[in-house]
């Protein structure tokens, strides 16, 4: 609109500045200004813009500096209103400290900006920002202890909390603008340090730059004079109000100032000022209310959409190609010719511009291969060329759009137009096409379809002709497809036409005929398919692809620092609206060429739901086992962990990209031909196998193993362990069958009858051991022998690896040996093999000292029987003790308390219980119904013991004896103390029963 104002600005006299955007700096504006006044104003330039020797780093120091002097708050001579938040917080010490000036890139940022951003600038508006805050307080960890005042330290915590706030916003992709509006009352002091640095920036700009704000208005006031006494106006005509950032306070006063040209009394009369501007409505929604109100008229071409700027002219494809054309058109005729066309038009609106493509002897050729609009030749794109360009630019580049018409004259006709050398060289298009206006996602490099790659490297060999033609695919073509179609009559590769080919001396790499009769692939919706994210923008209807995950979406991480209390900021696309397929391709592209991959629990989730439809019986691993190693919290792709732990890590091979890309085309590519399903599935396949590999070496590497490919086996040593408990609990004899055995270790285990506590400790302790293990090493059996169908079980088992190993333990009562490396398992297997382990090293002796225990129990009891019978010997033994107890009631009277309880608790057991231990006592020597011969039968044998009565008769029996010693010494005091006093009768009657009582002859 500003250039058109100036094409047609029909009033000669006026003196007419144009000030583009250039290369979007202040120099370059005040250059401008300079080149395109009146020579006799040259002079006046000379004490503006003296540009700082310094490099941009010096000159970066340098703002910062001037940034901390001004944030005195004794500066300025006319307070600004925040020098009490200055005086509390002292923020000109953080920025003055050298640490902070060397590591905070936030001046040098705004620098750049000013600067022109090397030509890249699209407008952004050069202002500190929460996330030139957030930089800032990271910048903060570097200093030492003591740095800072007090008072500064105090606004550095309160930043650095702040910091956490703004940094999981950024990390869902936040406008710092936005969020600034969103979080404010969250991050007062990082709102209150951004407003102060805004509030000096142009000061300090202006002292780097060495341009003043007087100069500037001294400069306009001294042109206005001289054309107001020629009568003369002066037209202002700026592209872009922020290439003037720094001095943009000033020069809106400039502007605006004195237009009608009413000077005081005792000024020079000046010329009147038009000043036409252009703004994105951001800028406009920030002027002050005093020059909105001295603006005369305004022309809106586009709205704020989400902060940044929309045109609407631009919105329909149509609008957009006709206007793309226009230039077209014009580029192709004389200057002379427009020239001539502008002073006609002045007279004849309705005259239409000058048009090559109307006489040229190739207008209908060139119109059948790239089309046209109202008869303008779109040479050399085409309508769907430019509607990938303008698809391709960056909606969203520092808050800037780069889908305005300055941004397509930049980002697409200008670096394509300005290379004809390229066209005529049989070099277009070449890398300069893709310059930084182009979305990453959306270059060659990315987008092109993997079997449309293979297609292109098999069949072109240089590698540079293969990066010309990936480009014209990615632009001319649809760089999603690789069929060979008819299109129009003719051959075309990926929607491209094979005319368009041999227009840009490409070779024609598709076949030679089309693929247009054969079946399309009808997707099929995904396995487990979860609910479709859900979108966090309810302005936004973007249509959701089917979902194989569980949502794509950002998860930000938790920082070090704790969090202030704020709601979980919402996800923002700052993106054009990309498929779903689109998405995931684009991550998978950039992990596999090295970069780190974005929504990595989500790939890892996608990974792990593949690994499942492996068979791991193929590779000699129950499915189980299987489930229980590689677990979704192990499958990680690369990059996507830093953790130390042994996981199952697919590397960024090109297989693995093609596997997943292939697996995610077929369930959400709804546009595959039957042969790009074909060239998907093979690549699916390819990775699944390989797969396989990679999941046998990691197994490998967490089982055990004997030697390469022998791996250890968690069904033998689980099964094993569990025998020997239940043989050792009496639950189950070894003499048992193959089949008692496995119900007996698959079923829940039943109430133990060898008596356990009565055993020996080596016995005791391995059952205390297994104790706490044997429920879960029981359940992870039965998983492991399970047969399984589909998502269900069967009930049947595989016991061929449990039987086996019940068959050798029954023969041997040895557990198989384990290897010496326990690898890195889960713990039930861990435990598992920890406890084979013990056992192949304890066994000898749990039945040695069994063995030895009963024997020693055995021999003690009978000795003091003195070849009497257990009741007969416990019975005489109650009648001595209740006699003597009788005639002497304070003798030994706590011992003989206890006789009598555990007497009472046994007496009832004697008969039975006591003869079936006599027959166990009579049985222990003999040679064949002893201890057996072989370890198995021993443990089953040792087990049968009654160790139980054993125990308690022999514990009846020794308390028995020792309290008879005792009361034998208390008769013999009675007797000396009694010095033959006491009667006959009495002593011959406590004779006998004490002699009764230890078996020395009759009564």
């Not at 979080?183 to 000061?203: G, W």
């Not at 957009?320 to 002073?343: C, I, K, T």
């Not at 005929?513 to 398919?529: H, M, V």
């Not at 639950?731 to 079923?747: F, G, M, N, Q």
Request: net charge negative; proline share 5%; aromatic share 6%.
């Amino acid at each position: 609109m500003v250039r058109w104002l100036s094409v047609n600005w029909s009033v000669d006299t006026d003196i007419k500045l144009l000030l583009r955007r250039a290369d979007g700096s202040l120099e370059g504006a005040l250059r401008q200004l300079k080149d395109r006044l009146p020579a006799e104003f040259g002079k006046l330039f000379d004490n503006i813009g003296q540009r700082q020797r310094a490099n941009l780093g010096g000159r970066a120091n340098v703002f910062a500096a001037t940034l901390a002097a001004t944030l005195e708050p004794t500066h300025f001579e006319k307070p600004i209103g925040d020098e009490k938040w200055c005086a509390d917080f002292a923020p000109g010490d953080i920025l003055a400290n050298p640490v902070i000036r060397r590591t905070w890139k936030g001046p040098s940022r705004i620098l750049n900006l000013l600067e022109g951003a090397g030509g890249e600038r699209n407008s952004a508006t050069a202002s500190f920002d929460l996330y030139d805050i957030e930089d800032l307080a990271n910048a903060c960890d570097r200093l030492t202890a003591g740095a800072l005042s007090y008072r500064s330290q105090q606004l550095v915590s309160r930043l650095q909390r702040e910091a956490e706030t703004i940094q999981r916003y950024r990390e869902q992709q936040w406008r710092a603008d936005e969020l600034a509006i969103e979080v404010a009352t969250f991050v007062p002091n990082s709102v209150a340090l951004i407003k102060a640095l805004n509030d000096r920036r142009n000061e300090a700009i202006r002292n780097v730059l060495g341009v003043s704000a007087d100069s500037l208005k001294t400069l306009f006031r001294s042109v206005r004079e001289a054309l107001g006494g020629r009568g003369q106006r002066l037209v202002l005509l700026l592209e872009d109000i922020t290439s003037w950032e720094g001095l943009d306070d000033s020069l809106l006063d400039v502007l605006v100032d004195n237009a009608e040209a009413h000077g005081g009394d005792s000024q020079k009369a000046i010329c009147p000022i038009i000043s036409i501007v252009g703004v994105t409505p951001d800028f406009y929604d920030k002027l002050p209310g005093n020059i909105r109100q001295r603006i005369t008229h305004e022309i809106k071409l586009g709205t704020a959409n989400g902060g940044l700027q929309d045109v609407a002219t631009l919105r329909d494809p149509r609008n957009r190609r006709v206007f793309m054309a226009r230039y077209l058109a014009s580029v192709r005729v004389s200057l002379s010719a427009l020239e001539q066309w502008r002073d006609e038009f002045r007279r004849k609106p309705s005259l239409p511009p000058p048009n090559a493509c109307t006489g040229c002897e190739r207008k209908e050729q060139c119109f059948q291969v790239f089309g046209d609009e109202d008869g303008i030749g779109l040479f050399p794109f085409t309508a769907h060329a430019l509607d990938r360009f303008f698809d391709g630019l960056k909606e969203n580049d520092n808050g800037q759009t780069w889908r305005t018409p300055r941004g397509i004259l930049q980002g697409i006709l200008n670096v394509n137009l300005n290379q004809p050398e390229a066209l005529s060289e049989s070099r277009f298009p070449d890398p300069l096409i893709e310059r930084s206006a182009i979305r990453e996602d959306r270059r060659s490099d990315r987008v092109i379809s993997n079997r449309l790659d293979r297609l292109i490297v098999n069949r072109i060999e240089d590698a540079g002709e293969q990066a010309r033609m990936r480009r014209f695919l990615a632009y001319w073509g649809n760089p999603a497809r690789a069929d060979t179609i008819e299109v129009d009559g003719e051959l075309a590769l990926a929607g491209a036409k094979r005319r368009l080919f041999e227009a840009f001396a490409l070779p024609w790499i598709g076949d030679e005929t089309a693929d247009n009769g054969k079946a399309a692939y009808k997707p099929l919706d995904p396995p487990n398919e979860q609910p479709a994210p859900v979108v966090p923008d309810e302005q936004e209807d973007e249509t959701i692809e089917p979902n194989i995950d569980s949502g794509l979406t950002r998860s930000p991480q938790l920082p070090a620092r704790p969090r202030p209390s704020v709601a979980p900021p919402k996800p923002r696309r700052l993106t054009s609206t990309r498929t779903e397929l689109e998405r995931h391709q684009h991550e998978l592209r950039n992990w596999s060429s090295g970069e780190g991959i974005e929504n990595p629990s989500a790939w890892n989730k996608i990974l792990f739901e593949l690994l499942q439809h492996v068979d791991s019986r193929r590779f000699g691993i129950q499915p189980y086992l299987f489930e229980r190693l590689v677990t979704q919290d192990m499958v990680k792709l690369q990059g996507s962990t830093a953790g130390s732990r042994q996981y199952l890590v697919v590397d960024a091979e090109p297989w693995v990209r093609d596997g997943l890309e292939g697996y995610l085309s077929l369930k959400l590519d709804r546009g595959l031909s039957a042969q790009e399903a074909d060239f998907h599935r093979r690549n699916l396949l390819r990775m699944m196998r390989r797969f396989e590999k990679l999941i046998v070496s990691y197994i490998e590497s967490r089982i055990p193993t004997f030697s390469p490919g022998e791996r250890w086996s968690p069904i033998v040593s689980i099964a094993q362990v569990l025998v020997v408990r239940a043989w050792l609990r009496g639950t189950l004899a070894p003499e048992a069958s193959t089949l008692e055995h496995l119900r007996a270790i698959l079923s829940d285990e039943p109430d133990p009858t060898s008596d356990p506590k009565s055993r020996s400790a080596p016995w005791q302790d391995w059952l205390s051991t297994t104790d706490k293990w044997h429920d879960r090493l029981r359940s992870e059996l039965r998983g492991l022998v399970t047969l399984s169908i589909g998502e269900g079980s069967s009930g049947l088992i595989d016991a061929s690896e449990v039987i086996a190993a019940i068959e050798r333990i029954r023969a041997t009562g040895k557990v198989d040996a384990v290897p010496q490396e326990e690898g890195n398992m889960p713990d039930i297997l861990e435990q598992a093999y920890e406890l084979t382990s013990a056992w192949k090293d304890k066994w000898v002796n749990v039945y040695r000292i069994e063995a030895s225990t009963l024997e020693g129990r055995v021999k003690s009891l009978l000795s003091r029987l003195r070849g009497n019978g257990i009741a007969q010997h416990m019975t005489r033994l109650d009648a001595a003790i209740t006699a003597v107890a009788d005639l002497l009631p304070g003798a030994a009277s706590e011992a003989v308390g206890k006789w009598k309880e555990t007497y009472s608790r046994l007496k009832n057991r004697l008969e039975t219980d006591g003869r079936a231990l006599e027959e166990f006592i009579v049985s222990f020597e003999d040679a064949e119904l002893g201890l057996p011969e072989g370890a198995a039968k021993r443990f089953g044998w040792m087990a049968r013991a009654p160790a139980k009565v054993l125990s308690d008769f022999l514990e009846l029996a020794n308390i028995g004896e020792k309290l008879i010693e005792d009361l034998y010494e208390h008769v013999n005091d009675c007797i000396r103390e009694a010095s033959g006093t006491a009667s006959l009768s009495d002593v011959k009657r406590a004779g006998l029963a004490l002699k009764a009582a230890t078996g020395d002859g009759d009564t």
